[in-house]
């Protein structure tokens, strides 16, 4: 199993949909939660972190937590065509362990 | 303010060649990443510097790639020999604090190695 698991897409929304992206992880006592957006040729960037369960709204964006399921999600309201780009989840893992590990990614494309 | 700066952007060299790749960090950021980014894949961690200091490099592979971080700022790539599989996009990331592994990490373009 792997240690980071996304849904390699792609994942086609209409804009001004809700884009919804998944994500799970293995270890159950992982620590920290990050979703990068990486343009394609261009490098990952940061757009969201999550610490603890529940929902953290930043604009468009909401990362959900779920620790006793082990899985966290993205949400984009309002899709645009420049969401448009691979989205990678990543994990820290326990305390002792504390190596950040990226998923595959999950291409999204708003179609306008 | 700069983000991280890293060279070449682009390389090809042939098998067997060595190549080097340079990265120059965002000014104050004392924790250093190397990663490698294959085509569809997520980036894989070769080293990460805390300071001057390689704290994990269980991923790097010792036979053939090296690293140095010389002063705790700017940080050297090494490959030698190159390998056809070692055709990838090298990523060079920083984070703010040391001592700790935050996961919000600021990227550099990559460069982008072929091995023909």
């Known amino acids: 199993q792997k240690e980071v698991e996304q849904n390699s897409g792609p994942l086609s929304v209409p804009e001004g949909a809700i884009a919804s992206l998944n994500c799970t992880y293995s270890d159950r006592v992982s620590q920290s939660f990050f979703w990068y957006r990486q343009y394609s040729g261009k490098s990952p960037e940061l757009i969201m972190s999550i610490y603890s369960n529940g929902d953290k709204e930043d604009g468009r964006f909401t990362a959900q937590l779920n620790k006793a399921s082990q899985y966290v999600s993205l949400l984009i309201r309002d899709s645009q065509p420049s969401d448009s780009a691979t989205y990678l989840c990543a994990v820290i893992g326990p305390f002792g362990n504390e190596k950040l590990t990226f998923g595959t990614g999950t291409r999204l494309t708003i179609i306008p | 303010e700069a983000g991280v700066v890293q060279s070449p952007r682009y390389k090809i060299i042939e098998k067997k060649q060595p190549v080097a790749f340079w990265c120059n960090p965002i000014?104050?950021?004392?924790?250093l990443y190397w990663y490698l980014q294959n085509l569809g894949q997520g980036p894989e961690l070769l080293i990460r510097?805390?300071?001057?200091?390689?704290?994990?490099d269980s991923q790097l592979p010792k036979d053939r790639f090296s690293a140095e971080r010389l002063k705790g700022v700017d940080s050297t790539l090494k490959i030698q020999p190159a390998e056809l599989g070692d055709s990838a996009v090298y990523l060079c990331?920083?984070?703010?604090?040391?001592?700790?592994?935050?996961?919000?990490?600021?990227f550099g373009e990559g460069s982008r190695l072929t091995v023909l």
């Open positions: 990331a920083s984070s703010l604090f040391a001592g700790q592994n935050t996961g919000e990490l600021f």
């Open positions: 510097y805390e300071n001057e200091e390689a704290v994990d």
């Open positions: 000014s104050g950021h004392n924790t």
